[in-house]
């Protein structure tokens, strides 16, 4: 478990030189949308170089074995057979392909919790009209009290009629690992699991293989530090057959991995610097990549929550952290009237870059830790956050 005392050493100037943020910007938003360093963006301009010089031998005869080489070693990373991965643009799309794939009757229920991510809730809800099955959402409380309890809230969820459940792996606005690992071996077999694992791969240790999901979409493009559009959907072996991609093209019919290899002409580039960003994470070292980043957002929610005297939203020794952490905005605060006034007065007079975002009814900002973070910017933020509430 992380010291949450200490700040871990930062990364070396030139590591954190590899990212392009803007010097009049703390940046503590790279959970959103990530951030690409400049060795993966040269690779990934590199792949669009060769495929704009020779299209038609590698996208034309050559795409589906440069994938499979790419799978091959995303697989190694995340552990399982790479025919077991299909690339897609974002976890949303993703989770899509998989909702749209299953079968439902009128009366199916899909699970998910309170904290789940909006996009994939209005997917949910979408398929559930078009097949008159229903959404249950479940409450998960906060401050959590810890993984045993969090799984008990969502198990009452599920009834005879439950037909999937949905479940974050690492949630959006709460900023909070789940305890997935238990949940998929504590569901039903009648009980299908889609875990949303967007925020997972590079920010925290994984292995797809031991966790088990039938279904895992996530994405590349956050702590991987991929170019964005590369992500992924893992399908365990007994569902592959029956799951297609949101876009149907000429391979329909020839199986899970020729399905979403091919899905009309696009822009492989990112999916093809994946490589690159492994590289990279494993020349920083990505125990230490990992450890850095997890100190660092435990360390920062600790400060925040005590420099703001605000209840943590889950336990301060960082058992449900990965590399964000989120804290409650003072009540005060909320004179700003709505979380994007705040959010732009944060970014218009301090240059701070945080997303504070309206949930269950009281406001929420999250903050991230990634290698390009030192601990001088969430004092920053506290400072901000502090001028703020004198006043
Ligand atoms: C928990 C969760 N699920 C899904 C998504 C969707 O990711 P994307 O927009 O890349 O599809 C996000 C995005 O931040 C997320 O936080």
Redesign the pocket.
């Known amino acids: 478990m992380a010291d949450v005392t200490r700040t871990p050493e930062p990364f070396p100037a030139e590591v954190r030189a590899e990212f392009r943020h803007r010097p009049d910007v703390v940046f503590l938003n790279h ?3 990530g951030s690409v360093p400049r060795c993966v963006q040269a690779a990934q301009d590199a792949w669009r170089e060769r495929l704009e010089a020779d299209p038609i031998e590698l996208i034309g005869r050559r795409i589906t074995p440069l994938l499979g080489e790419v799978k091959r070693e995303l697989a190694a990373f995340l552990g399982g057979p790479p025919e077991a991965l299909g690339f897609v ?7 899509n392909a998989v909702l749209r794939s299953l079968p439902l009757q009128p009366g199916d229920e899909l699970l998910c919790t309170d904290h ?2 909006n ?2 809730l209005q997917a949910m809800r979408h398929r559930a009209a078009e097949t008159g099955a229903k959404v249950v959402v479940v409450p998960v409380t906060v401050p959590a009290a810890g993984h045993d309890r969090m799984l008990a809230q969502m198990l009452a969820g599920v009834t005879p009629r439950t037909r999937l459940a949905v479940i ?5 606005v709460t900023g909070m690992r789940f305890p997935l690992e238990a949940m998929a071996k504590a569901l039903p077999s009648t009980v299908t699991l889609l875990a ?1 694992g ?2 997972a791969p590079g920010g925290m240790p994984l292995d797809l293989q031991a966790i088990g999901a039938p279904f895992y ?1 996530a ?1 590349l ?2 702590w991987v530090m991929a170019p964005r559009g590369s ?1 992924f959907l893992r399908v365990g072996p007994a569902e592959r057959a029956g799951i297609h991609p949101c876009v149907i093209s000429r391979n329909l019919g020839q199986g899970f991995e020729p399905e979403f290899d091919w899905q009309g002409t696009r822009d492989f580039s990112a999916w093809l610097a994946v490589p690159a960003a492994l590289g990279f994470l494993r020349q920083l070292g990505f125990e230490r990549v990992l450890r850095h980043n997890h100190a660092l957002a435990c360390w920062a929610h600790r400060l925040l929550v005590e420099g703001l005297g605000v209840e943590p939203v889950s336990p301060l020794d960082g058992c449900c952290l990965t590399s964000m952490a989120t804290v409650q905005v003072p009540e005060p605060l909320r004179r700003f009237g709505s979380v994007e006034a705040l959010q732009a007065d944060l970014r218009a007079v301090d240059g701070i870059e945080v997303p504070v975002m309206a949930w269950n009814d009281r406001w929420w900002f999250r903050v991230s830790a990634a290698v390009h973070n030192l601990p001088e910017h969430y004092e920053r933020l506290l400072q901000a956050m502090q001028r703020r509430l004198r006043g």
Do not use: L
């Open positions: 959970g959103s949308f643009t974002n976890a949303t799309e993703g989770v789940v991510y996009a994939v974050d792996h690492v949630t959006s949303d967007a925020h979409a994405n493009h956050k992500a």
